[in-house]
């Protein structure tokens, strides 16, 4: 059953494979000035919307019928692009502009003798692109 995706890559669970985000937090929030007044309180200013960002884990496990080595390798390679696509969660965009991969960050948890990576932990970081 398909939970999501994000840059081409469906979110999903079924009984061949596992591949969802885990601890998903997001941030938004406004941008203010303050103009300085002489011998008075500053001004506040309203500038206009922060970009919304959010970060999530992803469990790569050979098990769960993901290639850990070559999703690691997919993702960091959008990290590294101009790339920038809609991240959808239960059918619906979580923005009404699309997301760029800021930063991948990985934990490499069991690799076999040989460097087989069987597990692996990815952290991504998304920022909306307007």
Sequence with gaps: MAVGSYMGRVFTVSNRKIFT???L???TGSDWANHEIIGRKARSQWVG????SYTMD???RAQDGVSPR???DFFQRMAESQNVDWFIIGGMPLSEHPFRLV???DTWDAVLNGGTLI???????IEEYT
């Design 119 to 125: 597990e692996c932990k990815v952290s991504l970081t």
């Design 58 to 60: 992803i469990l790569l």
């Design 49 to 52: 919307p922060k970009l919304k």
């Design 21 to 23: 985000p885990n601890n």
């Design 25 to 27: 937090k997001g941030s």
């Design 103 to 105: 930063s991948v960050s």
């Design 70 to 72: 070559s999703t690691l």
